[in-house]
């Protein structure tokens, strides 16, 4: 089986938890250069691999395929298109980039160098989404009218970090809004408008860590919710339809999963607690337990090896992926002018 020889760009908290134990599974790939400023913790983790210091040394590499990137969201631009000129196929972490002007400009090189270009939006593989989105296919909730998805934690201390920090691409917005951004697109597509309130919450915020996102279509709301002082969470999706509700706590474990050096290597990964199953409950007032489906990030980068190895279509397309930068920077929009952004 031909391998898909992998860079890596960046080893911090994205490339150690949410790629490289998914790609060590996976017979397709295999990372065979990281640039890192770190190159002991590396080592620590992947001996073979070669480390080095500059991407123009990565991208050097004839042999690498695949060019994975990590870095924080204000980098992403330069490096992908660095990548794309250098003809290498490019995954980039969410979100994309910071406008969609950056966006359009990716996406059409990535067609002049006739590469592929993915954002890793694994949110789309989260086990309660998953379910959420079976349950609206399968039409169980009938003509959906409300749906909303909160991201929500307890973190009231400011921390000294680049996402906690004034600059390109950082905030909760940027960071958790992609995830609940994109969820929405992917079930219900571009919205007619959007309303938002955003701003720094927490006592000596210094970026935004709070937003509240209304996505208009039609007659059906979409609320995207966030906020960094939450002690006890709340419903994590509620899903109002003509035919019934779908309310669901708990958030889906895979992360924590990775964070504890776990890796996805059996059938029972991506699980829900039987306790957090949601409840489908009808118009006449019958409830459901519905075991919620697993979760897998996973299938992210079996995709991705079908797509490059056999020329399936892309898990998530960078057009996906700047639609989701372009409902974020008119959230920021509505929010500065108190008003509804309506698009074209």
């Known amino acids: 089986m031909k391998k898909i020889k992998v860079g890596l760009v960046g080893y911090g908290f994205s490339a150690t938890v949410f790629h490289t134990p998914l790609l060590s599974v ?11 400023s770190n190159p002991e913790k590396v080592k620590s983790d992947l001996e073979d691999v070669e480390v080095v210091s500059t991407l123009s040394e ?13 870095t924080p969201s204000g980098m992403h631009y330069e490096m992908v298109k660095d990548a794309l000129r250098a003809g290498k196929h490019v995954i980039v972490e969410k979100p994309m980039v910071v406008s969609e002007k950056e966006a359009n400009e990716l996406i059409q090189l990535a067609k002049e160098q006739d590469v592929q270009l993915s954002v890793y ?5 989260d086990n309660d989404y998953l379910t959420v989105k079976q349950l609206i296919e399968e039409g169980k909730l009938g003509d959906v009218k409300m749906y909303e998805a909160h991201f929500d934690r307890y973190r009231p201390a400011v921390r000294d970090r680049w996402r906690e920090n004034e600059g390109p691409g950082s905030g909760a917005l940027y960071d958790l809004g992609s995830h609940l951004i994109d969820q929405a697109l992917h079930l219900f597509g571009m919205p007619d408008f959007v309303q ?14 709070y937003f509240h996102v209304v996505l208009g279509y039609g007659s059906l709301r979409v609320i995207l919710h966030s906020s960094a002082i939450v002690p006890s969470n709340g419903p994590r999706f509620q899903v109002h339809g003509t035919k019934a509700s779908y309310i ?6 895979q992360e924590d999963m990775l964070r504890a050096g776990k890796k996805p290597v059996d059938d029972t990964w991506g699980a829900d607690s039987p306790e957090h199953y949601g409840k489908l409950t009808t118009g006449e007032g019958e409830t459901e337990e519905i075991e919620t489906l697993h979760g897998s990030y996973l299938m992210y980068y079996q995709k ?30 509505s929010s500065k002018e108190k008003r509804a952004v309506y698009f074209n």
Do not use: C
């Open 304 to 333: 991705i090896a079908d797509s490059l190895l056999r020329g399936e279509e892309l898990p998530v397309s960078a057009e996906e992926a700047r639609d989701v930068v372009k409902v974020i920077e008119a959230a920021f929009e």
């Open 121 to 125: 939006h694994n949110r789309r593989w």
């Open 248 to 253: 669901k706590y708990g958030i889906d474990g």
């Open 58 to 70: 990565l991208l050097e590499d004839d042999s690498i395929d695949l060019v994975i990137i990590t």
């Open 26 to 36: 996976l017979e397709e790939f295999h990372i065979s250069k990281v640039m890192s």
């Open 196 to 209: 938002a309130d955003v701003f720094g919450q927490r006592d000596h915020a210094r970026t935004d860590d």
